[in-house]
């Protein structure tokens, strides 16, 4: 499927709609070429101006999808189509909708001991049929990676999610990437937490209104302080497109 980018600070996000990302992810696992899925919030974007290796990453991914108000309203401001937001907890529920149909097996990887298999009952209920084929926690030290790697390649998923936090997951997940060949690995953030109940997502009215943002900040106070990072992207992505404008570059 040939897509769109939008170049939002100098991070290539693809510009599709949920329903596109999710046949495009389909398409990498008939295929069974291993594919990173990154979402790129505000929040992450801002964090790869400044961290080279998440930036090289992110341009390497096979699918960046624009995760949140902020990702959709830079790709605008800069002139860029981009037809809608694809929340990462929104695209992991879609794959997990897929997967008893399509007989996708699906690992968890990632948040406090205890989270995964409580997201995994739930996906359980939501989801009859679904293959939860492994769950592991997401505090580890160097010497567990061998142990945590065999663990999941001998559940031989086909989507691993890794809820490690950014940029954690992303640098875990390209380091192993070729090595584990699993065909769709995506980092996920909160989503366990969410799916375990152990952290809220905001009302539809909320997401609606594109508040997710404050939600989060209000509800995790230590959050509070990475806030600030939207204020800052705005000025960042408004002094980019003047930078782009003084040098003539096509938006
Ligand atoms: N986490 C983890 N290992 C770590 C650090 C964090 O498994 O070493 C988990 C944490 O428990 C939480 C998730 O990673 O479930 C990060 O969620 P957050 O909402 O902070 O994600 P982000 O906003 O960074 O995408």
């Known amino acids: 499927m040939a897509k769109s980018k939008a170049d939002i600070l100098g991070i290539h996000v693809d510009a599709l709609t949920m329903s596109e990302a999710v046949e495009c992810i389909k398409g990498f696992i008939e295929t069974r070429d291993p594919a990173l899925i990154a979402t790129a919030n505000a929040e992450m974007i801002m964090r790869a101006t400044y961290d080279q290796e998440l930036k090289m990453i992110l341009n390497d991914a096979a699918l960046v999808v624009p995760d949140g108000a902020g990702t959709v309203w830079a790709a605008h401001h800069l002139g860029h189509v981009m037809p809608e937001r694809v929340a990462g907890y929104d695209l992991a529920q879609e794959l997990m909708r897929e997967a008893p149909h399509k007989g996708y097996r699906i690992f968890f990887f990632g948040a406090a001991p205890g989270v995964a298999e409580k997201a995994k009952k739930k996906a359980e209920k939501l989801y009859a049929g679904i293959e939860i084929v492994g769950v592991r926690n997401g505090f580890f030290t160097e010497k567990d990676e061998p142990e945590i790697l065999r663990e999941i390649q001998a559940a031989s998923p086909d989507i691993l999610f890794a809820a490690l936090g ?56 230590k959050r509070a302080g990475r806030l600030m990072a939207l204020p800052r992207f705005v000025c960042k992505v408004m002094a980019y497109k003047k930078s782009r404008q003084r040098n003539g570059a096509r938006l």
């Open 166 to 221: 950014v940029p954690k997951q992303e640098k875990w997940l390209a380091a192993h990437l070729h090595e584990l060949s699993i065909p769709v690995s995506m980092g996920v953030g909160g989503t366990l937490d969410v799916m375990a109940g152990v952290m809220k997502r905001a009302p539809r009215w909320m997401q609606k209104a594109k508040l997710e943002w404050l939600f989060r900040g209000a509800l995790q106070p």
